[in-house]
């Protein structure tokens, strides 16, 4: 099969189209023929090393968090699916990999694709999608008329969380740019903010939930939109000791991630708010969840770009731009 190799962690690194076996199977696996893949900025992350520690994927290795695709093979402990199925998922730290023809996927993270939208579509989902349920419903738990501040609604975990929001019956602001206010409007958001020409800060207060995935620079901005108790949710970081536990870290690794986030979590406390760094992780049941959402209709992907396989670096280039609306996603020609 053809498949994308990381030869080597380097910033902004070439990567190598090799021709590859079909990959291993165990027991409780589907391998999945691959028509479509998700390209996110974590990717870029990854290739480039900045995950390591967290991550210590061990060169040479295939890159890509999320697939839509159809199973071809199931391994003797599968129940819930069969060849033919057509399915997506983001599969599990470790064993991830969908640039690629083929994949295994551990059949716990896997779900039916959605039947109202395409492969390309259904490949935008998995990463975002539980990236955002994850943050909403299962950290924090929100609630209706509950407020929460989605930061940079454009953007592939702003779209997908903007909706979802929405769908619990919240108070939606965000942030974009100028041409994309319009966007996220569509998408439900009640208060949108140019960030090119206002602060959020002064405009926001009150808040329940700040879902943050910008620079660490802005997290004490975003902090002092929180009404006491309120709670922050980062997707960019900094870890801080409770994932570190979550991850079964060596003590070294705690206590980096302690140091990492000392600042952030003092500047909370004597704001009287909580903070959280949440790293998502393969869920297919949740999945299935976000399936019955995008049926029923409140939910529907945004894609801005499908490149060709053969065109991933592209595709990866256009991400880092940062200007993505929505995801963008290649798509495997079987």
Do not use: C
């Not at 943050?135 to 953007?155: C, D, R, T, Y």
């Not at 994309?180 to 002064?202: M, P």
């Not at 405009?203 to 975003?222: F, M, N, P, R, W």
């Amino acid at each position: 099969m053809k498949a994308f190799v990381v030869d080597k962690y380097k910033k902004k690194g070439a990567l190598r189209l090799a021709n590859l076996p079909e990959p291993e199977m165990q027991d409780d696996d589907v391998l999945v023929q691959v028509r479509a893949a998700g390209v996110n900025p974590l990717d870029s992350r990854v290739r480039d090393g900045e995950f390591k520690l967290i991550l210590p994927y061990r060169p040479p290795f295939i890159l890509g968090h999320d697939v839509a695709g159809i199973v071809v093979r199931v391994g003797r402990n599968v129940r819930r699916f069969k060849v033919g199925n057509e399915v997506y998922a983001r599969p599990r730290d470790h064993r991830v990999g969908t640039f690629a023809e083929f994949i295994a996927v551990n059949e716990a993270d896997v779900a039916p694709k959605p039947k109202n939208i395409s492969m390309e579509e259904a490949a935008s989902i998995p990463l975002v999608g539980l990236t955002a349920w994850q943050a909403l419903v299962e950290v924090g738990k929100l609630k209706p008329g509950q407020k929460v501040f989605i930061q940079a609604g454009s953007g592939g975990v702003g779209t997908f969380a903007i909706q979802l929001a929405k769908h619990l019956g919240t108070f939606v602001a965000t942030t974009t740019s100028t041409k994309n206010v319009e966007l996220v409007k569509s998408l439900g958001a009640d208060l949108v903010i140019d960030y090119k020409t206002r602060d959020f800060e002064k405009v926001l207060s009150g808040y329940d939930l700040v879902l943050h995935s910008q620079e660490t620079k802005t997290i004490a901005k975003s902090l002092r939109v929180l009404k006491p108790g309120g709670l922050l949710i980062s997707i960019s970081g900094p870890p801080d000791p409770e994932f570190a536990k979550e991850q079964g870290m060596n003590l070294f690794l705690k206590l980096v991630m302690r140091l990492l986030s000392r600042g952030v979590r003092k500047k909370a406390r004597s704001l009287g708010v909580r903070f959280s760094f949440l790293f998502m992780r393969a869920q297919g049941q949740q999945l299935r969840e976000i399936t019955s959402l995008i049926e029923s209709g409140p939910i529907r992907p945004v894609v801005d770009k499908v490149f060709p396989f053969e065109k991933l670096g592209d595709a990866l280039a256009y991400v880092e731009a940062g200007h993505a609306m929505g995801k963008v996603v290649i798509a495997v020609k079987q």
